[in-house]
Every structure is written in C-alpha cells, then in structure tokens.
C-alpha cells in the first residue's frame, strides 16, 4: 500500500515548456487535489477532483490543467510553464467529502522554471 | 484578511517545554478543524482533528472555540522529535455543500533544542 505516489519528485523546465506531473493513489479514494506551497504562502489549492469524472477550479488554477483519467490518477499540466509556477506541488486524495476524512498527501514534485 | 491566520514563529524551546500554537479563521461557517503537521521537505501529515469540545492525543491537545473563531495547539513536554511546521486547517462549508476543500494557514515553525 503506497498510499499516494507523484512523480517526478524534481524537474526544471525552461520558460515556455510544457509538462504533466503524475499523481496516483491506491485506497480507493474518491476525492484528490492539486496544491502548490510557497515560502511565506501556505498550501493553496490549484484544482480538485470530488469524484472520477469530475474536476473543479480551486484558488491559482491559472496556467495549470488537471485530467482526473481514472479513480487512481490525477494529472496535473502546465501548457507553458512560467517562473511564477516555480513551486513545491503536493498531490493528495480523500476518502470522500464528508467532513472529518483525512487528506493525504504525496511526497510532492520541486519544480524549478527558468 | 487572510482566511486561516497563524503566527508563523519560529518558536524556540528547550526539551520539556508547554508550547502552545494559535490560530484564527474568518469564515464562520467553517465546518471541521485539524492541525496537520509537516517536516522539512516533506508532505504535510494529519496529526490530529479538532473538535468542539476539545480533544487529547497524549502529549498534543486541540481546543476550539467557534464563538471566536480560534484554534489551539498545545505541546507539552516537548521532544526534539516534534520539531516541525504545523499547520492549521479549516474546511469551509460552501452554500450547504462540503465540497471537502481545506484552506491552510501558512504554518508556525517549532524547533525543539536540547
């Protein structure tokens, strides 16, 4: 049982690349999230996902796109990366939306843009 | 105004210190309350919920008081092991419906020292 996996753990993109970061979680989790956490900025949700087949904009989805491909996986894009997006990216998952479920989180994604 | 306000430290004590974190959110309708805790370069982790009358889990204990929107985390006899970030969660109930997004505070930083 990994719990929820992320890869790559680091990346360095140059202004204007492109890239998918990978997210996977093997509980059965209905719900999963995209953050980005910065110094000083506290974890912020980019975009969520309550359920398979659905995705919501969260608070700084700008410049990003999620795919929720199946109840495991839930990627996260960045179709032009841009310095602001330099970040540390945390996946997690969540048994369902009741209020009291744990959130779990991947080890996270160092994204560094030039 | 921020929605979850912390004081971010640091907050320096000796082993077998009480310390004790505060927090306070703006939006009354916020529905549950958890202290996640996270270390250096890693995911944050729940360390525990919080609930209306207060709860204990061995040396940690949570309060909450809704009719002023605050938090409390209290640590006694602090370890060396329990310095870390710890961050205050607040999940909003929005229009009737918890769609399970937590908002995070920015985090206070503890270092326990010998």
């Known amino acids: 049982n990994a719990g929820v996996t992320q890869t790559p753990k680091f990346q360095v993109l140059k202004t204007g690349q492109s890239m998918t970061l990978q997210c996977a979680q093997d509980m059965n989790h209905n719900s999963m999230y995209w953050y980005r956490q910065d110094p000083g900025m506290g974890l912020r949700l980019i975009y969520y996902s309550a359920s398979e087949g659905t995705t919501d904009k969260g608070e700084v989805p700008n410049g990003y796109n999620v795919s929720r491909l199946n109840k495991r996986e839930f990627s996260l894009r960045l179709e032009s990366a841009a310095p602001s997006q330099t970040s540390v990216y945390f996946c997690?998952?969540?048994?369902?939306?009741?209020?009291?479920?744990?959130?779990?989180f991947g080890p996270g994604t160092r994204l560094t843009v030039l | 105004r921020k929605e979850v306000e912390q004081d971010p430290g640091p907050f320096n004590v000796p082993e077998g210190a009480t310390v004790a974190f505060n927090c306070t959110y703006s939006n009354s309708a916020s529905q549950s309350f958890f202290w996640y805790r996270q270390d250096c370069r890693k995911e944050p982790k729940l360390l525990m919920s919080?609930?209306?009358s207060g709860n204990e889990d061995g040396r940690f204990t949570a309060q909450l008081n809704r009719a002023s929107q605050y938090i409390s985390l209290l640590i006694r006899d602090s370890k060396l092991s329990d310095s870390a970030t710890y961050l205050c969660v607040v999940n909003f109930n929005a229009g009737g419906t918890s769609y399970g997004k937590l908002t995070f505070g920015q985090g206070t930083i503890l270092t326990v020292h010998p």
């Open positions: 919080v609930y209306s």
């Open positions: 997690a998952s969540r048994r369902g939306l009741s209020s009291y479920n744990e959130q779990f």
